[in-house]
C-alpha cells in the first residue's frame, strides 16, 4: 500500500512560479514511476508530467513542456512538480500518482493505482 501526500498548491499571479511536492509512504516507492495529472472544474483529468523509476526518463504533456520540471528523490520518497510561467489555464487540483513497482511511464490515469488527494493551483491574469 502506498499513501501519497502533495503540498505546495496555492494562489500565483500570471508568469509566477509553484513548486509541488509529493511525499510518498511504502517500501516501493523507488521501484515505481510517479506521475502528476491535474483537474480542472468541468474538465477530465489531464496528464501533466511522469518520471521513471530512476528519474532518467520524464514525459511531459504538452501544454506544460518547457515550463513544468517533474524530479524525485528517492533517498527521501519524494516527487516534485516545478512549474513556472504560469498561466490561467494552468488552474486545477493538481494530483500526484503512482504505478505498481516495475511498471513502465504511462500518460493515462487508469494506469496509476495510487492517488493524493490533490492540492489546489490557482493562477490569476
Known amino acids: 500500500q502506498v499513501q501519497l501526500v502533495e503540498s505546495g498548491g496555492g494562489l500565483v499571479q500570471a508568469g509566477g512560479s509553484l513548486r509541488l511536492s509529493c511525499a510518498a509512504s511504502?517500501?516501493?516507492?523507488?521501484?515505481?514511476?510517479m506521475g502528476w495529472f491535474r483537474q480542472a472544474p468541468g474538465k477530465e483529468r489531464e496528464y501533466v508530467a511522469g518520471?521513471?523509476?530512476?528519474?532518467?526518463?520524464?514525459v511531459y504533456g504538452d501544454s506544460v513542456k518547457g515550463r513544468f520540471t517533474i524530479s524525485r528523490d528517492n533517498a527521501k520518497n519524494t516527487v516534485t512538480l516545478q512549474m513556472n510561467s504560469l498561466k490561467p489555464e494552468d488552474t486545477a487540483v493538481y494530483y500526484c500518482?503512482?504505478?505498481?513497482?516495475?511498471?513502465?511511464?504511462?500518460?493515462?490515469?487508469?494506469?496509476?493505482?495510487?492517488w493524493g488527494q490533490g492540492t489546489q493551483v490557482t493562477v490569476s491574469s
Open positions: 511504502g517500501r516501493t516507492f523507488s521501484q515505481s514511476p
Open positions: 518520471i521513471s523509476r530512476s528519474g532518467g526518463s520524464t
Open positions: 500518482a503512482c504505478r505498481n513497482p516495475f511498471m513502465g511511464l504511462s500518460m493515462r490515469a487508469y494506469d496509476y493505482a495510487y
